[in-house]
């Protein structure tokens, strides 16, 4: 095997600008429930998270890229060094930072979370889905099982020592979960029989745990057509003991691995649910046809996660295209470009390199961000409530509405700023000598898996910006408009913060254009604009936080002596927010302009006249 090298990169400083000077993590801590948590120790968390992941983790990235899983036997065996980094993630609790106590969990803000995930999902994606699929597992357990499901599952879950997944996919119905077959047939005892066949599972079997716990929807027979139908079970890979020990084999069988563009070292498997009439598993809280809305708490969950894994492998990509580009000396000075008598100069020199890396920096930050930002309103909602419920309503109501934009925005963004970065590093960045290409790779499942971003944005147009009764999306547009009165003057960005007036305008003129469609004859207008409106929307939230980092990073610089090296790092923030309002903000107008066009033609189009078959 080629010797194990790390690339992950990671700006603890940037991270720490976003969770303590931009959102105040220290005003968080001062009420319940995060007390125990100070700024010290939220520090000394991401650092021991990034010494993990660069001794740890990191290394085993490209091996694991390179060796991927296998299957023998029926057995799925992980990728060499999987199995003991497993074990080191979960004695040092990396995975549970904010998990209840109850659960032997840390108990931290959620804001501390998103970044401590950013950094063990950029150190290894690929692993770190398989206790990011448990934790999910078990969460969906404690929230929605009975309280004997939930002491019998969640604690050897949440510690590892089980595993989880999520088994929605069919081979007849991918986005159409409605369509689901399998069946669940009821035993005297009370449990189940299961039998189906599930695909596209990720981590749907390994070796790193005892068991696996899957979580399985199925149709339980009379019960209604689509998706009101199903109902979610809990269907162990080998049976629970009655004291909670491992048993025999449940007849779940494995029945091949995916070979893929990307992740390699996550098997995302095929399985065969009772193909021998064994296969027993028990009802979710033990009520029926509720499996959608209880999968649907671990699907939010995973698509947050899949924002960070996007957010995560983009600037690690960036923070290596970084360095090269200040390694690699190619050309002389632009001023001299005719003159082969100049010395040769580091890229980042070039213009265009520059702007490659600005438009990586900017997009970057703005994404973190806006999932830190949707972290502090789930961080604000969990002490509001039951003390101001009207607040908390609030923040839950943003949680919602921000959902599909860090799904769809951040893995989008992801994929387009990793072939950046190879773009930078020129011919070498297509070699698996450098990370980059794998970074590639491996980003474009983001935008795939845990709802298409297509279903985010249909989600987002149809159902989010008019949920409760439009207030969430009119809340996060007044935030936007209050921002924009409040600094319309600003000596530096008042040119900005019109194009950021202009941009929220046009999002509103575009979500106008949709209820109209809607209630109309030009319905097709809604699922052809929908991922237009989510970019756009999701510029805009960028854009806004980008310029509201800007202006806090002006005040802190004013403190500073001139010599400080927080200087710089306080003109980047400048630079970023800049760029993004005049280069991607700008453009939103144009955008929701072309939307209003009401282009129907790939409608009107017939079919034969997309090409010959």
Not at 210 to 229: M, Q
Not at 338 to 361: A, E
Request: proline share 4%; aromatic share 8%; glycine share 10%.
């Amino acid at each position: 095997m080629a010797a194990q090298i790390n690339w992950y990169k990671a700006d603890l400083r940037e991270m720490s600008f976003v969770l303590f000077e931009q959102f105040r993590f220290r005003e968080l801590v001062t009420r319940e429930p995060f007390t125990a948590w100070g700024e010290d120790e939220a520090k000394a968390v991401l650092q021991e998270t990034y010494r993990f992941a660069k001794e740890v983790l990191g290394p085993l990235n490209s091996a694991g890229d390179r060796q991927g899983c296998r299957l023998e036997n029926g057995q799925v065996y992980t990728p060499s060094g999987f199995k003991n980094a497993w074990s080191q993630l979960y004695e040092a609790g990396y995975e549970s930072v904010s998990e209840s106590p109850m659960h032997g969990g840390q108990g931290a803000p959620r804001m501390l979370h998103v970044l401590v995930e950013e950094i063990l999902s950029g150190a290894n994606p690929a692993f770190n889905m398989y206790p990011g699929l448990a934790s999910g597992a078990a969460a969906l357990i404690g929230q929605c099982g009975t309280p004997d499901q939930v002491r019998r599952f969640t604690k050897n879950m949440f510690t590892g020592k089980w595993g989880g997944t999520m088994c929605l996919t069919e081979p007849h119905a991918g986005s159409d979960v409605g369509a689901a077959k399998t069946e669940a047939v009821k035993n005297p005892d009370g449990t189940y029989r299961i039998r189906g066949t599930k695909i596209f599972i990720s981590g749907g079997d390994h070796d790193l745990s005892e068991n696996i716990i899957h979580l399985v929807l199925a149709r339980i027979a009379g019960a209604p057509p689509g998706t009101k139908g199903l109902s979610l079970f809990i269907v162990p890979k080998r049976r629970i003991l009655s004291d909670d020990s491992t048993g025999e084999p449940n007849d779940v069988q494995v029945s091949s691995i995916e070979h893929k563009m990307g992740i390699n070292g996550s098997a995302t498997c095929v399985l065969n649910f009772g193909d021998n009439g064994n296969c027993v598993g028990e009802l979710v809280g033990g009520v029926e046809n509720l499996g959608m809305s209880q999968m649907f708490r671990m699907m939010n969950g995973a698509r947050i996660a899949v924002g960070l894994q996007g957010l995560a492998v983009a600037s690690t990509a960036y923070l290596n295209a970084l360095e090269y580009a200040r390694e690699r000396k190619q050309g002389s000075n632009y001023r001299y470009w005719k003159d082969p008598t100049k010395p040769r100069v580091p890229i980042i020199d070039h213009p265009d390199v520059r702007r490659m890396l600005l438009d990586c920096k900017a997009t970057v930050e703005g994404i973190r961000m806006l999932i830190v930002k949707l972290a502090y309103h789930l961080d604000h909602a969990t002490q509001l409530a039951g003390s101001d419920d009207e607040k908390a309503a609030y923040h839950h109501g943003q949680v919602e509405l921000l959902t599909p934009l860090v799904k769809s925005y951040a893995s989008d963004e992801a994929f387009r700023i990793c072939g950046q970065a190879i773009q930078v590093y020129g011919g070498a960045g297509y070699l698996k000598d450098h990370p980059v290409e794998q970074y590639c790779r491996d980003s474009k499942i983001f935008s795939i898996y845990e709802g298409t971003n297509h279903i985010q944005a249909m989600d987002l147009v149809g159902r989010k910006i008019g949920q409760a009764s439009g207030a969430n999306f009119q809340q996060f547009m007044g935030d936007i408009g209050a921002f924009v009165e409040a600094h319309r003057q600003d000596p530096i960005y008042a040119a900005e913060i019109e194009i950021l007036g202009a941009a929220q305008e046009a999002v509103l003129q575009l979500a106008m254009g949709f209820l109209e469609w809607s209630q109309s004859d030009q319905l097709a207008l809604v699922p052809l604009n929908a991922n237009r409106f989510l970019t756009i929307m999701s510029q805009l939230a960028v854009g806004w936080l980008l310029l509201d980092a800007a202006l806090l990073s002006e005040n802190a610089a004013k403190t500073l002596s001139a010599d400080h090296p927080d200087r710089n790092f306080y003109l980047g923030k400048r630079a970023s927010a800049l760029w993004y309002a005049r280069n991607v903000l700008s453009g939103i107008p144009g955008a929701s302009k072309a939307a209003l066009l009401k282009d129907a033609s790939p409608m009107d189009l017939p079919e034969g006249g997309f090409g010959a078959a």
